[in-house]
């Protein structure tokens, strides 16, 4: 019986490093440990000014396809989960798919912000079960640093630039996709907010430049912090549960990459070693939606994963949404 299965992934990084050392050099208040011991992000990566998030999505694409052996024209949809698209229209997808001449793939943007991968890869998921997609390639690509207040220290220490793409398909070998699992709550949403752009406050004007409302904004970080862990812990036990597997048998742990805190936090809660929680945030920073899948590449390439371990992708966000994937290698 065919089921969803992982041809290939990939991920990309801007090469320009931000380390925290240089935001004193910046003029901010801050120093590389206050930085490191409260948030565990030591560096992160920054797009040059010409870059757009399709465009680190096209290379994350590139290594994606080059891993599942296959070609842009084999691709009938595509799926892009950004917060930060090229442009409000055409959608990042659009842009992604002229880059990689895919002019026969369907393609459409996810807005689901940190979950943004696993949002995607629900709705992939759904396609091919259903038949109507045979080949998916979901991309997750994000330049943060264009959302940011570089003079916020709650803020801009916190976010980089990157993307991750993963190919699938349905079939009988390579990794599977057990299960996703995605939820949204949108009455308590406001926590994070970047509500500059959209048709609340458009068109850009001197006004809302000076009240700070085309840059991100954090409300109450301790209660989103608080809120993030039982949701995470719970997406884990969820994606568990549905398939009937204790979490302590799950190999690795790949969630977003947040805050080194919060999975402590996490697998204190869960009774779990967290060394089974790999981590990249300590030198690419949050990078939203890319977050778990740049790591979940790296874990890949790295041989960290091996055949058969089950990988579980825990994920939470900003609207508010949430999310889990459980996969068997």
Partial sequence: METVRILGTGSYVPSKVLTNDEFQEMGLDTTDEWISRRTGVRERRIADPDVAASDLGFEASLRALEAAGMRAGDVDLIIFATITPDTCCPSAANWLQAKLAASQAVTFDVTAACSGFIFALNVAEQYLKNRT?????????????????????STCILWGDGAGAALLTLGTEGPEILSTHIHSDGANGQTLLLPGGGSRTTPISHESV?????????????LSFRVAVRRFTECILEAADHNRIAAEKINWFIPHQANIRMFQAVAASLKIPFERFYMTVHKYGNISSASCVITLDEAVRGNIIQKDDLICLPVFGGGLTWGSALIRW
Avoid: F, P, Q, Y
């Fill in 133 to 153: 997609a045979r080949n998916v390639l979901v991309v997750a690509s994000e330049i943060m640093s264009r959302t940011l207040d570089w003079s916020d220290r």
């Fill in 210 to 222: 000076d009240k700070g409302l085309h840059t991100l904004n954090m409300i109450e970080a301790h």
